[in-house]
C-alpha cells in the first residue's frame, strides 16, 4: 500500500477513486505515566512514554485506515493526514484519514 501526503505519486496515474478512508483510535494516559509526566514538566526533557504512546495510536490508526482501503480493493492512499482531538481528560483521538485510490504506473512513450 502506498500511502502519500501529495494528491498524486509520481510515476503513478490513478485509474480508480474509491473515496474516504479513516482509521482511529483512542488512548487513556496512565497514572504512572502522568506522574513521571510530572516529574518531567519540572526538569524539563521528553516525555519518552508519551512519545511511545502517540507513536503507538498513530501506527494503529494508520492501519486500521490501510485495512478499509484495502477492504474498497484500493493499492494506495493519496492526500492522507492525522489529526488529534483530546475527548475527555486523560484520552486522546488519533484520526488517519486520506482517499483511496487504484494507481497504475504511467506508460513510458
Given at each position: 500500500m502506498i500511502i502519500c501526503t501529495t494528491d498524486n505519486i509520481p510515476n503513478k496515474k490513478i485509474v480508480a477513486t474509491y473515496g474516504l478512508v479513516r482509521g482511529n483510535a483512542?488512548?487513556?494516559?496512565?497514572l504512572g505515566t502522568d506522574i513521571m509526566a510530572s516529574l518531567k514538566g519540572i526538569v524539563?526533557?521528553?516525555?519518552?512514554?508519551?512519545?511511545?504512546?502517540?507513536?503507538?495510536?498513530?501506527?494503529?490508526?494508520i492501519d486500521r485506515m490501510v485495512a478499509e482501503a484495502k477492504r474498497m480493493g484500493a493499492n494506495a492512499i493519496?492526500?492522507?493526514?492525522?489529526?488529534?482531538?483530546?475527548?475527555?481528560?486523560?484520552?486522546?483521538?488519533?484520526?488517519?484519514y486520506g482517499t483511496a485510490v487504484k494507481v497504475e504506473d504511467l506508460e513510458e512513450g
Open positions: 483512542i488512548r487513556a494516559r496512565h524539563g526533557g521528553e516525555i519518552h512514554q508519551y512519545t511511545k504512546l502517540m507513536g503507538e495510536v498513530r501506527e494503529q490508526s493519496v492526500g492522507s493526514r492525522l489529526t488529534t482531538s483530546m475527548v475527555m481528560a486523560g484520552a486522546a483521538e488519533l484520526v488517519a
